[in-house]
């Protein structure tokens, strides 16, 4: 969902007008439980068909994670821009100048928490083999989510912001990185 196609991608900072348009649908004192009403049973804010996630790679993008997003069902990204809709969002980018919990940063984590549940229960991920059952640990998942995106992103983030292109550097000189190129 965040336009990461290869290894070296440096997560982006949302645009502003973005951030404009998701708080002109919801306050900051806007509480987990009305972002999951919005996100269960709430309209689209947006036309779904706006919402970017990008899966509009090249066919003859040869890179691991690119050859990957292929494998995911066209009714799960449906789904997905649905859900990303539901907020008013155009594509899904938390924003690392707010805090983790922000009502922003929230409702991207809510995103992230439903649709990845729904890929795996249907089966979407079958071809990578996971460990299903930590799904329905919800506490888990946020703390995984929360790591993830919030600290390892932020790390890349960070790195970047300080050094330009020192990100691409690294993956080019680290051999962990070379396997998904």
């Not at 439980?33 to 003859?60: F, K, M, T, Y």
């Not at 899904?92 to 805090?99: A, G, L």
């Amino acid at each position: 969902m965040w336009r990461h196609v290869d290894a070296n991608g440096v997560p982006p900072s949302p645009k502003p007008e973005y951030i404009a348009a998701f708080k002109a649908y919801f306050t900051n004192d806007a509480t987990n439980e009305q972002l999951i009403q919005g996100l269960n049973h709430g309209p689209e804010l947006i036309d779904s068909s706006l919402v970017c996630i990008g899966i509009s790679i090249s066919l003859a993008t040869r890179k691991k994670i690119a050859n990957d997003i292929k494998l995911v069902e066209e009714f799960i990204l449906e789904y997905i821009h649905s859900c990303i809709a539901k907020f008013g969002l155009v594509h899904w980018c938390p924003d690392f100048n707010q805090t983790v919990y922000s009502v922003y940063n929230s409702a991207c984590c809510l995103i992230t928490l439903n649709t990845f549940k729904q890929v795996l229960i249907c089966y979407a991920y079958d071809y990578l083999s996971p460990v299903t059952h930590y799904a329905q640990d919800m506490i888990f998942m946020t703390k995984l989510y929360d790591h993830f995106v919030h600290y390892c992103m932020y790390q890349i983030f960070k790195m970047e912001c300080r050094h330009p292109e020192s990100v691409q550097e690294m993956s080019e000189t680290n051999p962990q990185y070379q396997n998904y190129k």
